[in-house]
């Protein structure tokens, strides 16, 4: 078993490592009062090549492998787990055409993402959330095209991406096997972005529903076969789950490094509170957690890089993580105290981004589901 990270990999994780530093932590609690990423900000991610992680290197990208991936979004996790997701979403949404996408395909997703612009994978409705096969948008063949009639919700990017993954079905009666994939441009007429969700954290990133009247998209921009999706949609996941788990790594340990700096440097009772057992209870379960998090996201990332299967490693990697960054974040603002609870440090928004880590991607429940289904059967 080997610990060390190749020399390439210790390069990127100092170059985002910097980034973050210089570009995104000094902005991050102005991020989260405005609730938006500045332009400028995007500009010097692309410029940084954050935008297109997943894009292969003969379509003009990095081809990187999941664990440098990994250790991209725990440095962005560190920074803002808001403008992490939003970078995330780019990932997430380039999978099913990494997956199954044409030569076509691939040159219309990774042109949007190469040149600075964002993706949105857009899977939940109002009436499918966890039970994501019960989709109810609708994808009727029209000689060469499909008309898609439905509303998104909760979808990431959703108002400010170019270029989408719709799930639709494509034959009603069949359920989860009905399911089809389709890549969908923001400029198709009938497409249109509904309410921006006002959050509690994460509040970098744009959540939005998508309401598609009508949309009529070639056959071309169909993901594999009809009935396909679910299967899509599940590949996906697997591969995007350790993401979120890296990205609670990193806001756990930012939560964590605040933690200890501040227990130093507080004193009742005359002394540092660092020096009393129950504050250093809370560092080392912290320690402990964070460590057991991250080893179980970089395993995951290392499974999927060997190309074996790797589904309950990775709902593993994304459960334990999320949980953690919860944990470790809450005990954050109780070592800070009052304080923890102010707005003057950024404990209090710790523990609201980590919120959505146990959310998101299928909620920590679905999980135990998933797990469980591949300790069982
Ligand atoms: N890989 C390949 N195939 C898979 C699979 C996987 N990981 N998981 C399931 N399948 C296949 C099964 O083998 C089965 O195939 P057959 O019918 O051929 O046997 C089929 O899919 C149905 O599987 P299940 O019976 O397990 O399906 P289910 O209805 O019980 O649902 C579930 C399973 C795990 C609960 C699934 O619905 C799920 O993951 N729900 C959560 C939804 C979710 O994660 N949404 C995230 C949205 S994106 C997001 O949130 C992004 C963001 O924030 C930025
Ligand atoms: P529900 O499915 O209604 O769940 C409610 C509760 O019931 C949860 O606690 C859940 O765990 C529990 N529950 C449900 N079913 C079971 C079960 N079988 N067993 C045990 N417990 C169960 N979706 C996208 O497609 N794309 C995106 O980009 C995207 N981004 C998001 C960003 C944000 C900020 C948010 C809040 C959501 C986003 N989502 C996105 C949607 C997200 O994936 C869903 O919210 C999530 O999958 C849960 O679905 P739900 O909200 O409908 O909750």
Redesign the pocket.
Known sequence: MDFNFTPDQLDLQKMVKDFVAKEITPHALEMDKEGVVPPDLWKKLDEAGLLNLTVPEEYDGPGLDALSIALIYEELGKGCAGVATTTA?NA?ASYPVVLLGTDAQKRKMFDVINNGKLA?????EPGA???AGAVATTAVKDGDNYIINGT?C???NGGIADIYIIFANTRKTAGIRGLTAFIVERDTPGFSVGKE?E?MG?RA?N?CELVLENVCIPAANRIGREGEGFKIAMKTLDAARPFVGAVSVGLAQAAFELAVKYSKERVQFDKPIASFQLVQAMLADMAMQIEAARLLVYKACWLKDQGVSYTKESAIAKCFAADTAMKVTTDAVQVLGGYGYSKEYPAEKYMRDAK?MQ?????N??QR?VIANNILY
């Open positions: 979403a997430l949105a994978f857009a899977l939940t959330g966890s039970d998104k909760f979808i990431t969700e959050k994460i990133s959540t959505i959310i998101y991607e299928g909620t429940q679905i589901l």
